[in-house]
């Protein structure tokens, strides 16, 4: 069965892109109306409050009331609160463990409807000529055109939209946490109007926005006019894990809900998590990220029966989830998933769990890693990561990061990585080593903390872990020298289907997701595939001439399936004919050994770790 399911993901293979597999559901159909839904300037236009006239500039002039101080340009925040006076009548900014918090007074709060939108996105506008990818690493004019509370389609199944959930009074209300570092204005403003324009409005208690010390302090600053949006902003540079740690411990409800600052929530986001968490705190819920175009900003919707995964590289990676689950699934296609693991961007968790179970691991840097740490650690301590189906939002994927990592990308995301990898995965971290052996030269600092936190917390081992939450990653076996996939360049040995009663196998392009290219070599020289199929020569050893083609059979511990691995030539060495596997004719064949030929070279993989890092969220 294993088998089959790897032979399938095999096929699907070949349509990973960075942040997952896309299905293009109700893309075109008829748009769902949504009462919350109401074109900010019609509201306007119907209200007569708020604006004036467009100006030339493109931005809406105020009318507020008198002592609305709107010309008081803000140019820096450190250098107010040094200065210790001059502060805007209607925003105070105190000064917090070093940071900056900025709070209002509740008579000079917009509802988000009255927000001057356009000025403010206009502030960051991109300049003539400018690359428009150039700031974000995604198409900020389209952003910028696009109005915050733009329609977007419900991308949720029928059985989710037929679902009536609780009424407000019953759940308890969340505080959103949004940190950012240097986000596009639109982006950010739009990500608060879909949570505020998505939601009861007695169910969103407060949205805390952690400006990680972006270069224009005005970008989060300006939004704490909109009511319910609280900012603070970091004194340096902190990274995602502290900044979400002071949001939290900010946060004055008992549920968190942890936003990216490029998302937009989907029609009734809130309620079906929300649910999920009141009823056991133990739950740390995602909603399904649906893909926002880092192009055009078309909102497309994601496939329901993905969960979050990875391979011994500890990269998240998406994966299908079993034919048995997707069989359950279409029985009520509104039940939660389990998943190994989430993509960290967006969830939603109790409060006083978190607080709990260790908040974050708060001496990792910038961004990665995180997610994997919190996703065993929940496992590991008593708790379940559940994907709930019926909860969407949009999530602007890019293929890499748009802000400089300080230490660089690459260094910092091994560092995090091994944070985790040293305090949950116990002696299975060698198989990550393996995998990245890079990383064993990264300097991971301290961990003490986080290793009493794990025995205080009586947290179960990672063997468990693999046993009940992910039996599908494969370890390989205590008997393997080589384990993965052997490459040749782009090219991996594959079965090409073939089982044990089949024809010729070959080669295929490197797709790094294991399947049909996971192979391994054991101490006693048996290239195996699936545990119990070796790679084969056909017929008898002693007749074996150069140019036989290879064979998948059932290891039987003949003379066939013997192999050598040389390491310093990479060739693979039929023991019994001393041939070589060789990919010279253009297919699987033994050749004389030549040490010299390239088609005779092979490079053990571990799977995965070819794929590349993504913005996971
Ligand atoms: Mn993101």
Redo the contacts with the bound molecule.
Sequence with gaps: MRRRNFRYLLIIGGVWIGGGLLFYINKGSEKDPNPALRLKDEIIAETGLGVGPIESNGSLKRRESPDFDDNNDISGLEDEKMVGGGLRRDISIENLNNDIITTKSSSNEVDWKYFDERGYVAKDALKENEDIYGRNQFNQKASDSIASNRDIPDTRGGECRKREWPSSSTLPPTSVIITFHNEARSALLRTIVSVLNRSPDELIHEIILVDDFSDDADAGHDLAKINKVKVLRNSKREGLMRSRVKGADAATSSILTFL?S?CECNKNWLEPMLVRVAEDPHRVVCPIIDVISMENFDYIGASADLRGGFDWNLVFKWEYISKEERALRKNDPTQPIKSPMIAG?LFMIDKAYFNKIGKYDMLMDIWGGENLEISFRVWQCGGELEIIPCSRVG??FRKKHPYTFPGGAGHVFARNTRRAAEVWMDEYKKYYYSAVPLAKTIPFGNIQERLNLKKNLHCKPFKWYLENVYPELKTPHHDDVQFGAMAQGHYCLDTLGQSERGGPIGLYTCHGSGGNQEWSLSKDGYVKHAGDLCLSVPGEVEELTAGSSLHLRLCNKSMQQQWRYLPESGQLQHLGSALCLDTAIGQLTVQTCNPHTYTQKWKWKFPGASSASQ?S?
Excluded: I, Y
């Design positions: 990216d490029h961007g999530h602007v913005d969220v």
